[in-house]
């Protein structure tokens, strides 16, 4: 077995675990990558893009395929298809890969996988796409943007056809690392001066100067600043809700569904070593992610508990200053870091999910002390999940509306309404992401 076919044996089984079993690409990615840390920098690279490329152009690739197969990509065996995909992939997209090799190596695949019987037919489709690759077009939006047409016509409706194609077209864009600087730990000249004596490149966000862009590193626990502390990894988007929150000195802080920390982090941080921010999930496992980053922050003022947001908890009630519901979401707002989404998610899932984050907003709410706060946020941009449920909030719970504009960075403030903005991708250099402020009544 050569050195090749190893590497996109590991790719073959990363994707049948996300395509085939339906689990979560970053995490099984992620999984994998460590396994496999003793390889060098390129072959982990290699990993990392045909993974994340077959995943995101799915749509395109099984368009092609079907157009040059006589089986159609859905009646195939699971293995084949897969193999297919990532192959077409790597034809299409990777032009330093010789497309003999790619073809040879996926009948090695097949064979491996005791598919011989398959294996001409594997060479066969993948060399009639070598072939013809140079007349390929694609009109239809869904090829051309990668992305359900009921997701495209979702944006549409909301936001305008001119948006929902910026917003599709951002996710094909690779964007560097965004990362928070842990203010309370170390400054920002000497989060800079370390970042760049590793040989990291580093971009300045055009929002609050502590988030940072970052690239050209090898693993993230290499890096001093992160292993130190100093830096969190956190999107520009999502490290707002710290600044709308606004946390005072001495502040008990909920943070209800909380891993992998990034908000927890934050608010501990804002605190300065005062109050206590209490950071709750529904495993052992998530609260574990948790737990793992305060430890490498060395926040004191953090406590961690397993539970379930769904159910109220009778010692909490009225005893937060501040409640963060980050809630679970359909995700759609980072689908270019999560790219499996756009195939997972369903057009019903989105009431689904609604009808949860109503659910646990009847029972987190009560943790809110009267003149105290309420934070809702997701990383979506569908108005069921985010301008609907906030509608929810005002309209059956003892809140009003909190104004934020004024909080916000300069360039942000014409997007937001009020107590709440949302944020597109493509629109602006973040992901996408909601948030909506309340301050509980004082009498009800």
């Known amino acids: 077995m050569t050195k090749e076919t190893n590497i996109r044996e590991i790719v073959l089984d990363i994707l049948l675990e996300v395509m085939e079993k339906g689990n979560y690409s970053h995490l099984i990615l992620s ?9 060098e920098k390129q072959d982990r690279a290699f990993i990392t893009r045909v993974t994340e490329g077959t995943l995101e152009y799915q749509l395109r690739l099984d368009a092609v395929i079907d ?11 699971p293995v084949i298809r897969t193999i297919l995909r990532m192959s077409a992939y790597q034809i299409l997209f990777m032009e330093r890969v010789p497309d003999s090799a790619v073809c040879n190596e996926a009948v090695k695949l097949a064979k491996k996988r005791r598919f011989d019987g398959l294996s001409g037919f594997v060479n066969g489709v993948l060399r009639n796409i070598s072939r013809e690759k140079g007349s390929l077009s694609f009109t239809a939006p869904e090829e051309r943007l990668l992305m359900p047409g009921w997701i495209l016509s979702m944006w549409e409706k909301e936001y305008g056809r001119e948006t929902a194609e910026k917003i599709a077209e951002s996710f094909l864009t690779e964007r560097p690392l965004s990362v928070r600087i842990n203010q309370s730990l170390a400054s920002r000249k000497t989060v800079l001066e370390s970042l760049g004596a590793q040989g990291l490149s580093v971009s300045e966000d055009w929002g609050p100067g502590f988030v940072l862009s970052i690239k050209d590193y090898d693993y993230l626990d290499q890096v001093e600043a992160f292993s130190k502390g100093w830096i969190t990894v956190q999107d520009f988007s999502s490290s707002l809700v710290g600044v709308i929150a606004e ?22 941080d804002r605190l300065s070593g005062t109050g206590l921010v209490e950071a709750r999930d529904l495993t052992e496992y998530k609260i574990s992610l948790v737990e793992q980053n305060v430890s490498r922050c060395g926040f004191a003022n953090v406590r961690t508990k397993a539970a379930d947001a769904r159910i109220f908890d009778a010692e909490s009630e009225g005893k937060a200053d ?21 195939m997972r998610l369903k057009e019903s899932d989105l009431s689904s999910l609604a009808a949860l984050q109503r659910e646990i907003l009847s029972a987190v709410w009560r943790y809110v002390k009267p003149g105290g ?45 009020e107590n709440e903005i949302q944020l597109l991708p493509g629109v602006f250099p973040c992901d996408g992401f909601y948030i909506a402020a309340f301050e509980r009544k004082e009498q009800e």
């Not at 909920?254 to 934050?266: E, F, I």
């Not at 569908?382 to 916000?408: C, Q, V």
């Open 31 to 39: 999984q994998a990558l460590e396994k496999y840390q003793y390889l």
């Open 322 to 342: 501040l409640v963060l519901a980050d809630l679970p979401c359909s995700g759609l707002g980072i689908i270019g870091k999560k790219p499996d989404i756009r």
């Open 67 to 77: 157009r040059f197969s006589k089986v159609k990509v859905k009646k195939m065996k």
């Open 247 to 268: 946390p005072k000195s001495g502040d008990f802080v909920l943070d209800v569904c909380s891993a992998p920390g990034g908000k927890t982090l934050d608010m501990a």
């Open 373 to 417: 706060t309420l934070i809702y946020s997701t990383c979506t941009i569908d108005r069921m999940e985010n301008e609907e449920n906030a509608a929810w909030i005002l309209n059956n719970l003892p809140f009003r509306k909190k104004k934020i504009s004024g909080l916000l960075p300069e360039p942000l403030r014409g997007w937001c309404h």
